[in-house]
């Protein structure tokens, strides 16, 4: 499993993300839509960490030699992955619809390389399909059914339930949501800022009405990054104005886990409560901007106690490419309970569209993590990431 490094709610985070750019109809009622991606990124770090020697010199990586715990630089160092997902939906009607989605991928990028504690890269990667949440489940990651209620006053609501993915409901934006086709860091996908668990068995009802809508997700998760199984709830109120500026979305939710979260002492275990907030608005054909605050409760040892971060979005219509735009985000979070003083993360990427079907993006991120140094000799991670995506849509 990948790093869940924001601590908020920290559970196996994993998002199914669906970005077809064109789904392909195989009769009125059955459609099959999907994606598949190659992506390679290059670090160059600025930092020494303590680490493990199993009792051999160093010689010239240490000085003076240590036996234990010794000083070890992280690597500069190139790595890729290639996430694939197919999504499968059957209408049989308006009112019903079964849904799946399955996943596959080759490599894990950086997650093993990088010294940061958030994920330069947040895809599904080769070990985030396998074993999902502690259930032996490889590869199949949503799998349900959705029911829906259309009202006289023009509101509707849907109920779904079977093997879920909280991230569909809760905490989505129209600029900083899809690791595929948008930002590639972690904190900018809208799973980051609530780790939002997903692939699991729950249940979700969904309201809308006019420019409000209503969300409610329940989960139960396998086991989280201290082994344990635990219950996810989450809650989500969306205002979707259409305005002279243009289309907005200002979304405010809650979200909470059971007592399966040890402490910082690990002695006991704590449940998780979070509150947050995820806005986009539109400002004419071109530009477009995001903000996304989260905070959380410290009984449960947690990496970070907030989130914060923001940015913009420019459409290729202001240089006569419709297809292509450019993201700009920033993101600070401020330590939590454990050895994190604070961390940021600075991310820019230039996603053209090649076609209908594909898209090509150029990504760079600095990031930096402030720790309580307890070795005088060890150095706070710093340094720059930068990547390329060929992502291709069915």
Not at 114 to 142: K, M
Not at 359 to 381: E, F, G, K, N
Request: a negative charge.
């Amino acid at each position: 499993m990948r790093p869940h490094a924001l601590g908020l709610l920290a559970a196996p985070t994993l998002m199914a993300t669906t970005v077809p750019l064109q789904a392909f109809d195989i009769n009125p009622q059955l459609s099959v839509d999907g994606f598949i991606l190659g992506a390679g990124q290059c670090q160059s770090v600025s930092a020494r960490l303590p680490g493990e020697t199993d009792g051999r010199v160093l010689d010239d990586r240490v000085d003076p030699p240590l036996l234990d715990n010794a000083m070890i630089p992280f690597d500069n160092t190139c790595s890729g992955g290639m996430p694939f997902q197919v999504a499968v939906n059957y209408h049989p009607d308006d009112a019903n619809e079964f849904f799946a989605v399955v996943g596959f991928a080759a490599g894990n990028g950086l997650a093993d390389k990088s010294p940061w504690i958030l994920s330069p890269f947040a895809a599904d990667l080769e070990d985030d399909v396998t074993d999902i949440n502690g259930r032996d489940r490889d590869y199949l990651l949503v799998a349900g059914y959705k029911h829906s209620f259309a009202f006289e006053n023009g509101a509707n609501l849907g109920t779904s339930f079977g093997i879920l993915d909280s991230t569909w409901y809760l905490d989505g934006n129209a600029y900083a949501n899809d690791w595929a086709t948008q930002f590639m860091n972690e904190v900018f996908v809208n799973s980051g800022s609530h780790g939002l668990p997903s692939y699991d068995v729950g249940a979700a009802l969904e309201y809308t009405q006019g420019v409000w809508s209503f969300n409610a997700v329940g989960i139960n998760i396998g086991e989280n990054d201290d082994g344990n199984n635990f219950n996810f709830w989450g809650t989500e109120v969306g205002y979707h104005p259409q305005t002279a500026l243009g289309s907005g979305n200002y979304r405010v939710l809650v979200t909470g886990a059971s007592s399966a979260f040890l402490d910082p002492s690990e002695t006991d275990k704590e449940n998780r409560l979070a509150w947050g907030f995820s806005f986009d608005q539109e400002f004419g054909d071109v530009v477009g901007a995001f903000l996304r605050f989260a905070w959380q409760n410290e009984d449960a040892a947690v990496d970070y106690k907030a989130l914060y971060s923001g940015g913009l979005n420019l459409s290729g219509n202001g240089w006569g490419r419709e297809s292509d735009n450019i993201g700009v985000g920033y993101a600070y979070l401020p330590g939590g309970n454990l050895d994190i003083v604070h961390s940021q993360v600075f991310e820019a990427y230039y996603r053209a569209g090649l076609n209908q079907y594909m898209s090509l993006t150029a990504d760079v991120q600095y990031m930096q993590d402030a720790l309580d140094q307890i070795d005088p000799r060890q150095d706070d991670p710093s340094g720059w990431i930068v990547g390329v995506r060929l992502t291709a849509g069915f």
